[in-house]
């Protein structure tokens, strides 16, 4: 290739303006780091302003200025779609609630400090990455970006021993999910011959590896045998990915580690990670494994030899339906005896972590438009998780009053007498995560297991569908006691002594947000659904 | 198709018996006659003092991670030097940006006083 050759295959594929919402961000993040540095003085407030400034402007070009036209961009390694999109925005807003929960925390936990602010960008750039990434290798790095700097993160109170413990917690587990999560792409690189999702679906599931070997004229037993022991590496490269995207979301078998490291985290951290982890790992699971295990009638024409890869769906089906009701069941039933709110909400995490996972086992079965519906209701699900949870962290850190006082259920006795205000949000907030209506939380869960009866419709699958829709019933039944017993300490129990909370400028407005938005999802909740609906056609390459 | 891979099979076979062999042949047949002196750390060296695990000031792990920091800039470095003509200006930029990160990490390290030994 000539150089002026080289010049307009770079300038067809390198589209800067489909990354120009995560160069803000990175470039916000440099800039944060470097007036830590070099601007003397101790309070660290105004960084918050910059912050927030750089994640604004990159929220209004995702909002307004998404490539639609042209979404594959750098060689196919990112897609900029409206499913993207709609994870960008979740990130975004994620990272600037936060933020403005922690402008008067941190100086509070003595870690008044730039690198939170930075750090807090950084990972907001990895969940970008994680909703864009159109590409294996994209998506581990994504991964990486965020995972690394939510261990600092995590680990932000120096003096803090249980901060460090989570921090140290995090890294060592995270650690070993990333290496099967590597391992796992290896697999499935070494299986097809690409890492590019597109092109895994595109080629229907056609193992590239082995058309490769085709080539050299083999016997046709060295063919079968090659052909049998690539779909088998594929499996396990599937089963390997899916391991480490589990453990983000904190699905169970693999959430040990969010309790302890929810509780050790300041407060504002753990929001963030309930909300945006999560939705950025939903956002590459959903994109993953919604293509890739679905092969159609490709082989049905030679049933015999590929029966391994015509299974792989409905085991995995089978797989995530398990994991879902296990994290479901796991995560109410902790949070029943827990007396501190941080470790309630922790293992309340992993219960909608499991809601969601209800709508990803079911959207693996339909097709079409059904399965639109039930991918657009997790999204939907993930963003009015974001502002119900996120609020939700938002009282328990007003509530804070140094160390982890504060943080227990008899704190909030008789709140509502001294503080109808926040108690009457804090309320908005538990009954949304409840899921009772007119919060955002109730609608979720409504489309994500109407999505689970519909499914149920489908010849043969009937116990399977409706028997998960009855379970996550349930178990927003159980999830009723422990998110209204909060709201009985705060309203039907008188207080021994009023605890001094302070109503500052910028945690109240983080938490008026919410609110606003909690109601606001819960009540017209159209909009947002026709978005979600949207990103989710943009998934599938029809 | 197992025909092609008999050979790596014999190398593996003998590679292996090769190195457990010559192991084993020396464990039988070497002398073993274990002095105090011959046991010792250094047989005809400087006598050992203390202990190993000793601790030592947690700057030099400090130096060690930013030196590798930095150091890994090189791999991006040398390719891009080598195809410089080729990639020309959109690569000249490219690796502004990919200097100016670094050097903003730098700037940062040493307003930190993470450079000063003391």
Known sequence: MNPSGIQLFLKQNFDIQTVMPLIVVAATALLVLLLEATIRGKSRTFLTAVSLVGLGVALLLTLFNFPGAKQSSFYGMVRTDAFAQFFTVIALAAGSLTLLLSANYLPKIKSDTGEFHALVLLAVCGMILMAIGNDLIVLFLGIETMSIAMYILCGIRVDAEKSNESSLKYLLLGAFASAFLLFGIALIYGATGTTNIEALINSGGVLYGISGIKEYQWDTGAYQFAETAAQYFFILGVAFVFLGFAFKIGAVPFHMWTPDVYQGAPTSVTGFMAVGVKAAAFAALIRVFLGIVDFGDLYSSNAIAYQPLMDLKDVLLGVIWLVAVLTMTLGNLSALIQTNLKRMLAFSSIAHAGYALVGVSVALRLSGDDRDAAVGAVMFYLLAYMFMNLGAFGVVIMMNRGNDEGEHLHDYNGLASYRPLVAAAMAVFMFSLAGIPPTAGFVGKFYIFSAAVSAGTVEGYGLYFYSLAIIGVLNSIISVYYYLYPLRNMYFVSAEREHKVELRPLMSASILISTIFVLWIGVMPKGFLSRALEGAKALFFG | ?118
């Open chain 2, 1 to 118: 198709m197992t025909g092609q891979y008999i050979p790596i099979l014999c190398a593996a076979v003998v590679s292996v018996g090769l190195a457990a062999g010559m192991l084993l042949l020396s464990r039988i047949l070497g002398p073993r006659n274990l002095t105090k002196r011959k046991t010792s750390t250094y047989e005809c060296g400087v006598e050992p003092t203390g202990s190993t695990r000793e601790r030592f000031p947690i700057k030099f792990y400090i130096i060690a991670m930013l030196f590798i920091l930095f150091d890994i800039e090189i791999i991006f470095m040398i390719p891009w030097a080598i195809e410089f003509r080729q990639l020309g200006f959109l690569g000249f930029i490219e690796m502004a940006v990919f200097i100016g990160v670094l050097v903003v990490g730098l700037v940062y390290v040493w307003k930190k006083g993470a450079l000063e030994w003391d």
